[in-house]
């Protein structure tokens, strides 16, 4: 075995989104692309000449096609780079949660998570790549910009010419002075899980005919649902369905919305429902849950979770703090007011929720975009929402929809939803937020179909640990009854532009409650187009994805 310096050119373009490197398997293909990615994340953590002694390394992904071929170009990466200990899932395989976990109970000095996430898979699918620090989580902006920086000069990288490592079977493999484990992905989360719920609870809820649907999309989610939910919990075998991890995810978009998961959704619906429905996506950090016969909102299941989780044996001490992305309703909002929590605003994206989560200044985090994740880890966690409700599920005695009907008596409706505007040429989309922020100063004050627009800015954060500025984070446009307009592009698609437009109105009166969401929302849907001109610029009449 020999490291090899390998000459590159830079590729452009290799700039990290909201969750990392996405782009399509083909770019992924061309020689040297992941291999200059790696070598710029590593000379960034390191230092360019310097080695990774004494560190170890958490490797993993989500299964999809193009997983096992990167997992083994990043082992012979990361010997050549001089990591004392690579731990990799079975199979190449860690959800990214799990290999959150991962990274937090072995002291690893941090992972690579290799997923596009909710994007298709495939060979005509996407693929992608992000680093999570020690703590678990996403690496902050300040690192992502680094290493894209550092790709636009490299001229090397450097690579061990060690043979495959077998990755189906558990073991240690020595590459060069690198140890490489091959660990159960399993296993760690599953113990982190047990730390955090009432298992004997669940299981008896399961034993007194509790019927669950979980949809794993044939994602990475179907081994940790199986074997916790099935295995130890007790489901009868079936409860997991689309069950089967698959490359390419059976052709379909491992997105759990009641779009991309309309099957499950008409299950729920149905004579004979269960009596909950849930899904998780690609990487398994999303979760969808469903009532019998009742949708539960992402937003909704967030301040839910937040008016409940101290009655979960791993939160029994209360909850530090809450926090939400920008986007989300202000549900959370309401429910940690009247608790005296503090809630904080931030930007869409994981990242920005690790410094809060570290600091202990909150235990629950949450996005509308069905991501709900607490201290336990740091990342969102598709499975562990799913399990918090069961639990809360046994020891409140309500079902799913009693206990989102109770927010909303206490609470009043956040009536919400989410417009997406798929594949726009990137120009066009450019072209609708620069013309609505230019719009900005003068948008307050101002009646726009019909409706008094109290405040509008582009939102900015600071981060309140570490002081770091992020600007440009979404337009909103603000009613003098609270309800708002939030518009941004999506930061994770890898083609063309996704402009997404959040709706969301907040409703007081109990009886005006079961009003259908759209018909609710669409004096604000008239606001949005006299203030965006979406048809204008997109070209297109209806979104292409309401959730
Ligand atoms: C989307 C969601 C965001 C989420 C991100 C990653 O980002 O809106 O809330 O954090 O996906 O989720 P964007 O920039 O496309 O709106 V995942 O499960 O794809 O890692
Ligand atoms: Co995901």
Not at 149 to 161: H, V
Not at 407 to 427: A, F, K, M, N, Q
Not at 431 to 449: C, D, E, F, K
Request: include cysteine; proline fraction near 6%.
């Amino acid at each position: 075995m020999t490291c090899l310096a390998q000459p590159t050119r830079p590729y452009a373009g290799q700039q990290p989104g909201t969750s990392g490197l996405r782009k399509k398997v083909g770019v992924f293909q061309q020689p040297g692309y992941l291999e200059n990615f790696v070598q710029a994340l590593f000379d960034e953590l390191h230092g360019p000449g310097q080695t990774a002694q004494g560190q170890t390394l958490v490797l993993g992904g989500d299964g999809r096609y193009h997983n096992r071929v990167a997992v083994q170009t990043i082992l012979r990466m990361a010997a050549a780079r001089g990591y004392a200990r690579v731990l990799v899932g079975q199979g190449g395989i860690l959800s990214t949660p799990a290999a959150s976990a991962v990274i937090r109970r072995h002291g690893a000095s941090g992972g690579i998570i290799l997923s596009a996430s909710h994007n298709p898979g495939g060979p005509d699918g996407d693929f992608g790549i992000k680093y999570n620090a020690a703590n678990g989580g996403p690496a902050p902006e300040k690192l992502t910009s680094a290493v894209y920086q550092r790709t636009q000069t490299l001229t090397a990288y450097t690579i061990s010419d060690a043979p495959e490592v077998p990755l189906d079977r558990l073991g240690i493999h020595t590459l060069e002075d690198t140890k490489v484990e091959v660990i159960d992905p399993v296993a760690d989360y599953a113990e982190v899980m047990r730390g955090l719920f009432d298992f004997e609870a669940i299981r008896g809820l399961f034993a007194r005919g509790f019927r669950l649907r979980y949809d794993a999309m044939y994602a990475v989610g179907a081994p940790y649902a199986r074997a916790l939910l099935e295995g130890e919990l007790g489901a009868p075998v079936g409860t997991v369905v689309n069950g089967e991890p698959l490359e390419d995810f059976g052709g379909l978009h491992p997105d759990p919305n009641p779009v991309n998961a309309a099957d499950l959704v008409a299950h729920l619906m149905a004579d004979d429902a269960p009596d909950m429905g849930a899904a998780s996506d690609g990487d398994a950090d999303r979760n969808m849950v469903l009532g019998r016969g009742f949708v539960v909102s992402p937003s909704d299941s967030l301040a839910v979770l937040a008016a409940h989780l101290h009655r979960l044996p791993g939160y029994r001490q209360g909850l530090a703090g809450v926090a939400r992305s920008m986007p989300t309703s202000t549900a959370v909002d309401r429910v940690a007011k009247a608790m005296g929590m503090p809630c904080f605003e931030t930007p869409t994206g994981w990242k920005f929720f690790g410094n809060l989560l570290d600091a202990g200044r909150v235990t629950l985090c949450g996005e509308e975009s069905y991501g709900t994740g607490s201290d336990h880890v740091r990342e969102k966690d598709g499975l562990w929402a799913v399990l918090c409700w069961l639990n809360l599920v046994a020891v409140t005695g309500q079902s799913v929809e009693a206990l989102v009907r109770e927010l909303w008596r206490e609470h009043g409706r956040c009536v919400y939803s989410r417009h997406d505007y798929e594949g726009i040429p990137t120009s066009q989309a450019d072209q609708l937020m620069a013309h609505l922020r230019q719009s900005l100063p003068t948008l307050a004050g101002q009646t726009v179909a019909g409706q008094r627009i109290a405040w509008a800015d582009d939102f900015a954060y600071t981060d309140p640990v570490d002081g770091s500025r992020s600007e440009r984070q979404g337009v909103r446009v603000v009613l003098e009854d609270s309800s708002r307009v939030v518009f941004r592009l999506s930061g994770t698609g890898t083609e063309g532009a996704t402009l997404r437009v959040y709706l969301e109105r907040h409703e007081p009166d109990a009886s005006r409650h079961d009003l259908p969401v759209q018909q609710a929302l669409a004096p604000l849907v008239q606001l949005a187009e006299a203030v965006a001109s979406i048809r204008q610029h997109t070209g297109m009449d209806q979104p292409s994805v309401m959730t």
